[in-house]
């Protein structure tokens, strides 16, 4: 069987190729609050019972939040992934919202989802899959098998949605590699096109829309150096130099750009070019999701199956 065991490996084998060799670890459990009867129910702070949850994405409209889980090999086309849908406090309502091999879904290893109106679109292996936001049923299939190789992050732009292309697969050795190549997908009216091929990207991961700048935000996993890019342009920006192994990233004020770092375990803030450390000791974040209302981000801790949430920083 294809599980836990294949996704430890070939992540450990993809943070060795990229240039960490740290090995993450859990935080400290911190002491429970001081009990008060006159206070509402706290917000779990921490979410148990995922399978390799690599994405979170809120619903403002619905004020839920989605999860995706790989549930296994990253590269299986099992159709056994999943989507969770958690309540506003981070709170389990369904575990398995959308489940593929049920109810006409497929779902391999769903990965980064964007919302557009009512649909919520998912990134899945070399697939964009598009379900109901409120009943979970599928919509629609932008089948990308033979142009991409690992889709990884998905984010609503201003004219179509746009998909990373990470360019990992399997090393043989039952390992991950990164044969690539490294590429940004554009889907708009049922059709994927390509929007950029370059190996600048250097696996990219996190990609999010920055509308006051007008560009799109790139995290790349094999690099340090924060990008920018706009559709057209052939070339990319730096903005700003990490600690590296960016995965998820939300534009979450004007020139502010959250993101999560497996090269130290990290949710960090980047703002005039500058990187401070939101909070530490965070083993395997993923793909984060962000509440711009009431100030919480959440963070997918993939390889300990469970969702952290943190209140958003303060910025000047």
């Known amino acids: 069987m294809r599980g836990h065991s294949t996704v430890v490996l070939a992540v450990a084998t993809l943070t060795a ?179 950029l091929k370059s190996s600048a990207l250097a696996a990219p991961n996190g990609i999010a829309w920055d509308s006051a700048g007008g560009r799109f935000i790139v995290g790349p996993f094999a690099g340090k150096t924060m990008q920018a890019w706009a559709p057209g342009q052939k070339k990319l920006t730096p903005i700003g130099d990490t600690p590296g192994q960016i995965d998820g990233l939300e534009v979450v004020g004007a020139g502010k750009i959250l993101f999560t770092s497996w090269a130290d375990s990290t949710l960090d803030l980047l703002q005039n070019g500058k990187v401070t450390p939101v909070a530490k000791q965070l083993a395997s974040p993923a793909d984060i999701g962000v509440d711009l209302k009431d100030g919480r981000v959440a963070i997918p801790q993939l390889m300990l199956d469970r969702v952290s949430f943190r209140q958003l920083p303060a910025t000047p």
């Open 17 to 195: 190729a990229c240039g960490g060799e740290r090995s993450p670890k859990p935080a400290d459990a911190a002491p429970p609050p001081a009990a008060d009867s006159a206070a509402p129910p706290a917000a779990p702070e921490v979410v148990e019972g995922f399978k390799h949850p690599e994405s979170v994405r809120y619903d403002p409209g619905l004020n839920v939040w989605y999860v995706s889980n790989i549930n296994g090999d990253p590269f299986a086309k099992d159709n056994n992934g999943f989507i969770s849908r958690l309540k506003a406090d981070g709170s389990v309502d369904s575990l398995e919202f959308i489940a593929g091999g049920r109810n006409g879904v497929t779902l391999n290893g769903p990965k980064g989802m964007a919302l557009v109106g009512d649909t919520l679109w998912v990134a899945d292996i070399d697939a964009v899959r598009g379900f109901d936001r409120r009943s979970g049923a599928p919509l629609a299939t932008v089948d990308l098998k033979g142009q991409a190789r690992f889709l990884n992050d998905i984010v609503a732009g201003p004219d179509a949605i746009y998909i990373t292309d990470s360019g990992f697969g399997p090393d043989g050795k039952g390992g991950m590699g990164h044969p690539g190549p490294d590429q940004i997908f554009r889907v708009a009216g049922g059709k994927a096109t390509l929007a």
